[in-house]
């Protein structure tokens, strides 16, 4: 009678122990029906990536980074309506019998600043022509000094007028992008006005006496001509001005 009575426990103890198992496997099957990773492994899992997520919060490490470039300038090489923009050209760009002048036109890195001021860690800046990770913003005096700026092989935004900001660069140029080589006729009213040897008082020359002047040129100062020094104004397709100032 004893005998029967525990094969009976047994059995029944067997019984609920494969029902608790059954039940254990649907729990399973319908919260993880792929069956890859256990119900307390996927309880694991989230915990971690809550954690992970928590930590990049405290950082400011952002997984999908903006991509930021300076706002867009378009100009018609073919006709290019008034404006005044930084150039690059040499001596030999000017053509005085053709009364011509070949040079290069570039313009001034601009960004928004309702962009610039969401820049976040991990975020590309496309910076002077290259794509820059930013890693650490820091804001000194209103300007912004990223990766810890230009000598630790970072950059600077200052604020600029018209709600943007633009790329600094060494001794205080801006940074600036190619738009295209131009050649243009010089206006009968052309003003050279050159400071490259006295910044207070600027030699001007016109465009009868533009050849004399471009003679008496060193072959030096005749080569130092680019965007952070030249500017060039364009009145209906010619060229009206040229003022070229002193920089240190």
Do not use: H
Not at 34 to 59: F, K, P, Q, R, V
Not at 141 to 152: H, K, P
Not at 186 to 198: G, T
């Amino acid at each position: 009678m004893k005998r029967k009575t525990v094969s009976v426990l047994i059995a029944l103890s067997l019984t609920m122990l494969l029902t608790a198992c059954g039940s254990e496997a649907s729990v399973d099957a319908e919260t993880n029906p792929e069956g890859n990773i256990s119900t307390a492994e996927a309880s694991a899992n989230e915990d971690d990536t809550a954690a992970d997520n928590t930590e990049a919060e405290a950082t400011g490490e952002s997984t999908g980074g903006n991509y930021i470039s300076p706002l867009p300038v378009t100009v018609d090489l073919s006709n290019p309506e008034d404006m005044v923009a930084p150039v690059k050209f040499i001596k030999d760009g000017f053509n005085t019998e053709s009364g011509e002048l070949t040079f290069t036109m570039y313009s001034i890195d601009r960004y928004d600043s309702v962009q610039i001021s969401m820049l976040q860690i991990g975020d590309i800046l496309k910076y002077d022509g290259a794509d820059i990770k930013v890693e650490s913003i820091e804001d000194v005096n209103g300007s912004l000094v990223i990766n810890g700026g230009l000598e630790l092989g970072g950059c600077d935004l200052k604020p600029d007028d018209g709600g943007t900001y633009v790329g600094q660069g060494m001794d205080d140029y801006p940074t600036y992008t190619e738009i295209g080589v131009l050649t243009l006729p010089l206006s009968e009213a052309l003003i050279f006005s050159d400071a490259i040897d006295d910044p207070n008082n600027p030699r001007q020359v016109n465009k009868e006496g533009l050849a004399d002047y471009l003679e008496g040129l060193d072959e030096s100062d005749g080569k130092y001509f680019f965007p952070g020094n030249t500017t060039l104004e364009i009145r209906n397709s010619q060229i009206i001005n040229i003022t070229r100032r002193w920089v240190p």
